[in-house]
């Protein structure tokens, strides 16, 4: 087997591994922190496009929400999606995390890029909110968690449920 065919199976095996939460979980979540979000934003490496199309439409029938899936397949993209976000009214933006170049550094950059709009960033990926992300939402011991940014909820002039944040672990406030 070559070398990029085990790469690839390892980023596919990786992301599969990370990626443990469906999209109708997160847009749960999402909807519930945020009521006024009508569209989430999903940016992914493009080896698990196959899962994320199979998602996409019944989490937009159970959530009654509109999900744009934005694959990508290099760290450049990150920023042409980014471009393409920032003209949608209402969206969040979930960034399903890898090891390959959906890291804390592009997660600290989409923020960035995206708290002057007033676009929330959300990832399945613990201690991303260190990064600028509004909300983390993962696995751990079989139960979804949740960590939160009070520093960017604030940026963003979010004003969560209290019942919501209970729900939280805040990693910056």
Do not use: W
Not at 19 to 45: H, R, W
Not at 114 to 135: C, F, M, W, Y
Not at 143 to 153: L, P
């Amino acid at each position: 087997m070559t070398k990029k065919i085990m790469v690839l199976l390892f980023t596919l095996l990786l992301c599969s591994a990370i990626f443990s939460q469906s999209l109708s979980q997160l847009g749960f979540i999402i909807k519930k922190a945020m009521p006024n979000i009508d569209t989430i934003t999903v940016i992914f490496n493009k080896v698990i496009i196959d899962r994320i199309m199979r998602e996409a439409r019944p989490a937009t029938l159970i959530t009654k929400m509109k999900y744009i899936i934005f694959p990508v397949e290099k760290k450049s993209d990150i920023a042409k999606r980014i471009f393409q976000i920032l003209k949608i009214d209402n969206v969040a933006i979930l960034v399903i995390t890898d090891n390959s170049f959906l890291i804390p550094s592009s997660i600290q950059f989409i923020a960035q890029k995206t708290l002057e709009s007033q676009i929330p960033v959300i990832t399945n990926r613990s201690k991303d909110t260190l990064q600028g992300a509004l909300l983390s939402i993962f696995m751990e011991d079989s139960r979804i968690k949740k960590h939160i940014n009070k520093i960017t909820a604030s940026a963003l002039s979010l004003d969560l449920s209290e019942a919501f944040l209970a729900e939280c672990t805040v990693d910056a406030e």
